[in-house]
């Protein structure tokens, strides 16, 4: 039996990204960002939700660019810190002893320090809500040599990704394999 | 050390979530989406994005209206089929045996027996490239009694939701929790 529990976002699992952009004087700034996907294989592009009351807002519709700097489930503190900190306030990148790298490919830095990280320019706007919802075309991925896996794609079990549950507002890491994808359904109407 | 991994949709960790719709027809359909995120908390909206080519993607077009619910890890095999196989060759709902429920709020149905359904009326339509995103607005979350937590929401421990790696191309589980967010990285700027 299911329970009515109202118009709220509690959708689940969320990822747990860092945004890395420049602000209008060109000082590296970062914010988490929970609300994000994939949302195009061709271009390959990422969105992420921001409000318009945040630091990072305006840097991104001034430098058309971002970055996506995926954390590690070690380095829980330091994303959560990112966000409850406004860049307005404080350098978070010295606080959290983070190197900002300039990107080669877009105006906006990463953050070295992670495992894997996209860099992203942008091609839509899309205004919501509180939220506003941009879409960038991911110009490369970078990944630590640490954390490549088979075929030369990142591993999922080494970059060990948060997950941000909105509803308990509480951090998670990874479980276990449930297994293959297009593999472990097939044949399901055949029984 | 960092090394180029080219422009890929390699981000991660994704959800999986399963999309309901009407047919044309009135028949009810179901596909699996890995690219989807919460998009905005006033109003609460979900973002999923598809392929044109998928037979889901009209169905939204015509009805303005979606679902999303939401599988848990003991469904791995369900989910997995419903995304290799499409609408236009098969009833999913019956192959896997699910119960389409029409939902009273929105021209869609939602799987009964998956923990957590979000009912969504379609507010924006982006055409990105290959992948088209649609933007929802959540009229309602309905939970099974058996997975609401503490202060009345869903917890995440029992939903068990799953976790889709774009990169490995397999699914898995929520792991161990890392902490309370916007607290564990709170007086980081104080050591």
Redesign the interface.
Known sequence: ???????????????V?LVGTYDTAGKPNLMTA??????????????V?L?RATYSYAAIEARKAFT?S?PS?HQ??????????SGKD?DKYA??RLAPVRSDLVDAPYVAETP???ECRL??T?E????T?F?G?????????SV???K?????EK?Q??????????????????????????G??QE
């Open positions: 039996m299911k329970r009515s529990l109202g118009a709220k976002t509690l959708a689940m699992p969320s990822p990204w929970a609300w994000g996907e994939i949302c195009c294989s061709k271009p390959p592009c990422v969105a939700s409000r996506i995926i489930e829980a503190r330091m994303a959560d810190f990112v966000g409850i900190e404080v606080v959290c894997l990280v996209l091609l839509h899309l919501i809500g509180l939220h919802l879409v075309e991911i110009l490369d991925v970078k990944a630590e040599e490549i896996g088979e030369g794609k990142p591993d999922i970059v990704p948060m997950i941000y549950d909105a509803a308990g507002q509480r951090y998670y890491g990874i479980g276990r394999t449930l297994g293959r994808a297009f593999c472990i359904g097939s399901l109407n």
